[in-house]
């Protein structure tokens, strides 16, 4: 039986949105989503107004998705310029270092500056609208300053989590074909040093990257690197000579804003991109609402700027919204697992937006580390990323929010550019696990495998019958595969890869990927990226990847591996191997589990059974369901005896 949280009265009083404002708004934006859209695009400055707001099309023979499309504007001005006047000596960021020792905040007129002496300096260095620039840093201010200037100038900024190996950042600025990389000598979490510009160096040497003609590099520890004049810069020395003013460049609405590479379920992951004013619209709308967001507050999200969190919510939407964002640099658990509330009460924290993994990780080291600190401050917590069980939510509610902050568990991806299903803390009843109802103008459906449309409380695959300003609008360089990985497998729809059921009263609640794409921390990881790292192996001849269940990450990585003949089986080479993925794709892609598998269950076409592969991973060898089809029904009856979790 699930617990009702009922909205507490101190949010229904004050809220920015309450029940009846959600409920008749809601009704206006899906009715007539154009006017709902026309008049919240008005919350950013345009250089050229818009007129028309809306062009869609979901179906896969003529599909486009445009919004605001004859406006003009920029990004930079609208996360800076424009807060100068009211807001210019208001904290734009917080940054906490990985030392508790270091902090600093940066007011909206120094990141102004910086931002425009940063755009003078890839303009210097020949970067134009259009062009393509590879992110590569830790989370530092100059992250920051980094993607607004590109947005400045209209340069489309491809942000690589930096703790990706060589080869992840060689394949996207391969298929993104970046003129710079922006990088930093080293990264540091929790004390441990990440050699960020040796992995740019390394990643140069792999083919296809030569269209790099400059490595930027922000000094972060001062730790030795190797420059290769000329073509790599020193970011401080260059910038100290730049001008701190700079006329922000007009883009249209549909100007590509970034692009993001994102796993699927097969093949490499996909470039997805985002254009400019929808983006923006929807990102600063829905954390206004979402976040309840006042003059006053502070606002954190741990997401890395690696992600599409990192993106919509730690810069983009606060930023848009003249917000307080707190920027970390550590990890949950340095120099001890208080460490988050430390900061919450050394910076006043009134909003908190995490990770499910992370509230089980410290859930796990008991209410200590909590009860030390005050968290007075907090008026609000948010989850993203995964689904978040009903013991964390409790946890997260009881112990970190003592009972008084609501939860808002936000569902959305990296493709859909900010969040598609949330509750607003003013107008909804939390349910524990649920991310609750739909935000203005979405339009969630659940379908059953052959696409007939389920009514009232079902289960199934959840897809969006209509668009939202803040949708992705192609896979780069590649148009074909985004219509067929997203709208062809229910036409007419946005197909998410995600199961979800409805109950009773109309909520929702995410199952998980319906795909091949497992879910590792918050983390998404195609199957398939995986296996491709462990045949790259000499000694591997093939190999199964599926996710399992594990208690702190959510999912866990079940790598099955068939040796080439002849090859002995051994500890050691399944230490390699884990070392190996590790290497290839970086840590995060870490097998949990590898075991040999002498066959592989397949059909006789030769397709891969991974059903079978997923109930022996989760240890349920009574639930193999039916195996009649496989061309050798035998290699399934050592898997189940070989298995490593039990
Ligand atoms: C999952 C992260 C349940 C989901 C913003 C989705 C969630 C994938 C939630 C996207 C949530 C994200 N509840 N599941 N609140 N939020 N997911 O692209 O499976 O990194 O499809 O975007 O994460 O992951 P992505």
């Given at each position: 039986?699930?617990?009702?949280?009922?909205?507490p009265?101190?949010?229904?009083?004050?809220?920015?949105?309450?029940?009846?404002q959600?409920?008749?708004?809601?009704?206006?934006?899906?009715?007539?989503?154009?006017?709902?859209?026309?008049?919240?695009?008005?919350?950013?400055?345009?250089?050229?107004?818009?007129?028309?707001?809306?062009d869609?099309?979901?179906?896969?023979?003529d599909?486009?998705?445009?919004w605001?499309?004859?406006?003009?504007?920029?990004?930079?001005?609208?996360?800076?310029?424009?807060?100068?006047?009211?807001?210019?000596?208001?904290?734009?960021?917080?940054?906490?270092?990985?030392?508790?020792?270091?902090?600093?905040?940066?007011?909206?007129?120094?990141?102004h500056?910086?931002?425009?002496?940063?755009?003078?300096?890839?303009?210097?260095?020949?970067?134009?609208?259009?062009?393509?620039?590879?992110?590569?840093?830790?989370?530092?201010?100059?992250?920051?300053?980094?993607?607004?200037?590109?947005?400045?100038?209209?340069?489309?900024?491809?942000?690589?989590?930096?703790?990706?190996?060589?080869?992840s950042?060689?394949?996207?600025?391969?298929?993104?074909?970046?003129?710079?990389?922006?990088?930093?000598?080293e990264?540091?979490?929790?004390?441990?040093?990440?050699?960020?510009?040796?992995?740019?160096?390394?990643?140069l040497?792999?083919?296809?990257?030569?269209?790099?003609?400059?490595?930027?590099?922000?000094?972060?520890?001062?730790?030795?690197?190797?420059?290769?004049?000329?073509?790599?810069?020193?970011?401080?020395a260059?910038?100290?000579?730049?001008?701190?003013?700079?006329?922000p460049?007009?883009?249209?609405?549909?100007?590509?804003?970034?692009?993001?590479?994102?796993?699927?379920?097969?093949?490499t992951?996909?470039?997805?991109?985002?254009?400019?004013?929808?983006?923006?619209?929807?990102?600063?709308?829905?954390?206004?609402?979402?976040f309840d967001?006042?003059?006053?507050?502070?606002?954190?999200?741990?997401a890395?700027?690696?992600?599409?969190?990192?993106h919509?919510?730690?810069?983009?939407?606060?930023?848009?919204?003249?917000?307080?964002?707190?920027?970390?640099?550590?990890?949950?658990?340095f120099?001890?697992?208080s460490?988050?509330?430390?900061?919450?009460?050394?910076?006043?924290?009134?909003?908190?937006?995490?990770?499910?993994?992370?509230?089980?990780?410290?859930?796990?080291?008991?209410?200590?580390?909590v009860?030390?600190?005050?968290?007075?401050?907090?008026?609000?917590?948010?989850?993203?990323?995964e689904?978040?069980?009903?013991e964390?939510?409790?946890?997260?509610?009881?112990?970190?929010?003592?009972?008084?902050?609501?939860?808002?568990?936000?569902?959305?991806?990296?493709e859909?550019?900010?969040?598609?299903?949330?509750?607003?803390?003013?107008a909804?009843?939390?349910?524990?696990g649920?991310?609750?109802?739909?935000?203005?103008?979405?339009t969630?459906?659940?379908?059953?495998?052959?696409?007939?449309?389920?009514?009232?409380?079902?289960?199934?695959?959840?897809?969006?019958?209509?668009?939202?300003?803040?949708?992705?609008?192609?896979?780069?360089?590649?148009?074909?595969?985004?219509?067929?990985?997203?709208f062809?497998?229910?036409?007419?729809?946005?197909f998410?890869?995600?199961?979800?059921?409805?109950?009773?009263?109309?909520?929702?609640?995410?199952?998980?990927?319906?795909?091949?794409?497992?879910?590792?921390?918050?983390?998404?990881?195609?199957?398939?990226?995986?296996?491709?790292?462990?045949?790259?192996?000499?000694?591997?001849?093939?190999?199964?990847?599926?996710?399992?269940?594990?208690?702190?990450?959510?999912?866990?990585?079940?790598?099955?591996?068939?040796?080439?003949?002849?090859?002995?089986?051994?500890?050691?080479?399944?230490?390699?191997?884990?070392?190996?993925?590790?290497?290839?794709?970086?840590?995060?892609?870490?097998?949990?589990?590898?075991?040999?598998?002498?066959?592989?269950?397949?059909?006789?076409?030769?397709?891969?059974?991974?059903?079978?592969?997923?109930?022996?991973?989760?240890?349920?060898?009574?639930?193999?369901?039916?195996?009649?089809?496989?061309?050798?029904?035998?290699?399934?009856?050592?898997?189940?005896n070989?298995?490593?979790?039990?």
């Amino acid at each position: 039986m699930t617990k009702l949280h009922p909205v507490p009265d101190t949010f229904a009083a004050h809220a920015r949105i309450d029940r009846a404002q959600y409920e008749t708004a809601y009704a206006e934006s899906v009715k007539d989503p154009a006017a709902f859209w026309d008049r919240i695009g008005r919350r950013l400055d345009w250089i050229t107004p818009y007129t028309q707001v809306k062009d869609v099309s979901y179906d896969a023979r003529d599909l486009h998705i445009r919004w605001y499309y004859d406006g003009e504007l920029n990004v930079s001005a609208n996360c800076l310029d424009r807060h100068l006047a009211a807001r210019g000596d208001k904290t734009a960021i917080i940054w906490e270092g990985d030392d508790p020792a270091e902090s600093r905040r940066v007011s909206y007129r120094e990141l102004h500056a910086e931002v425009c002496k940063a755009a003078n300096l890839l303009t210097s260095l020949g970067i134009r609208k259009d062009d393509r620039v590879a992110i590569y840093l830790p989370m530092i201010p100059e992250a920051a300053v980094a993607m607004l200037a590109c947005t400045r100038i209209g340069a489309i900024h491809t942000i690589v989590f930096a703790g990706f190996s060589p080869d992840s950042l060689a394949s996207r600025i391969a298929d993104s074909q970046c003129k710079l990389v922006i990088t930093a000598d080293e990264g540091l979490r929790g004390k441990k040093k990440v050699p960020l510009k040796a992995n740019v160096d390394e990643a140069l040497k792999r083919p296809n990257t030569n269209s790099v003609e400059t490595v930027l590099v922000v000094r972060r520890t001062g730790g030795a690197i190797d420059m290769q004049v000329p073509r790599d810069r020193w970011w401080h020395a260059l910038l100290a000579d730049q001008p701190a003013t700079h006329a922000p460049v007009a883009c249209e609405a549909e100007h590509p804003l970034f692009i993001l590479y994102t796993s699927g379920s097969t093949g490499t992951p996909k470039g997805v991109l985002h254009t400019t004013g929808g983006y923006l619209v929807y990102a600063s709308f829905t954390h206004e609402a979402v976040f309840d967001l006042r003059e006053d507050d502070v606002y954190w999200c741990t997401a890395d700027i690696g992600w599409v969190t990192g993106h919509s919510y730690l810069i983009y939407g606060p930023l848009a919204n003249g917000a307080t964002t707190v920027m970390f640099e550590g990890v949950p658990n340095f120099p001890d697992s208080s460490r988050f509330w430390q900061v919450v009460d050394k910076h006043k924290v009134t909003l908190f937006y995490t990770a499910p993994t992370a509230i089980r990780a410290l859930m796990r080291e008991g209410e200590d580390p909590v009860r030390k600190t005050s968290r007075a401050s907090l008026r609000l917590l948010g989850s993203v990323g995964e689904p978040i069980n009903p013991e964390a939510w409790e946890w997260y509610y009881r112990v970190v929010g003592d009972s008084r902050c609501p939860i808002v568990d936000t569902w959305w991806q990296t493709e859909t550019g900010g969040i598609l299903i949330t509750p607003l803390p003013g107008a909804t009843d939390l349910k524990p696990g649920s991310a609750t109802l739909p935000f203005f103008g979405i339009t969630p459906q659940i379908v059953d495998a052959n696409g007939a449309v389920l009514e009232g409380a079902a289960e199934g695959n959840l897809v969006l019958t209509d668009s939202w300003p803040g949708q992705m609008r192609t896979v780069y360089g590649d148009h074909q595969r985004f219509i067929d990985t997203y709208f062809r497998t229910y036409p007419g729809t946005y197909f998410t890869g995600d199961g979800a059921r409805r109950d009773e009263d109309g909520y929702y609640w995410i199952t998980g990927r319906v795909d091949d794409v497992i879910n590792v921390s918050g983390h998404r990881l195609g199957t398939a990226e995986v296996e491709s790292a462990l045949v790259a192996h000499p000694q591997v001849a093939e190999a199964a990847v599926v996710g399992c269940p594990h208690d702190i990450k959510g999912q866990g990585i079940y790598a099955y591996v068939t040796l080439k003949t002849g090859v002995e089986p051994t500890d050691a080479l399944r230490k390699e191997l884990v070392a190996w993925v590790r290497k290839e794709i970086g840590p995060i892609a870490t097998p949990d589990h590898l075991q040999w598998a002498p066959g592989l269950p397949k059909t006789r076409s030769g397709k891969i059974m991974r059903r079978i592969l997923r109930k022996i991973a989760e240890n349920q060898p009574d639930a193999l369901g039916d195996t009649s089809t496989l061309a050798d029904p035998s290699v399934v009856a050592n898997l189940v005896n070989e298995r490593l979790v039990r």
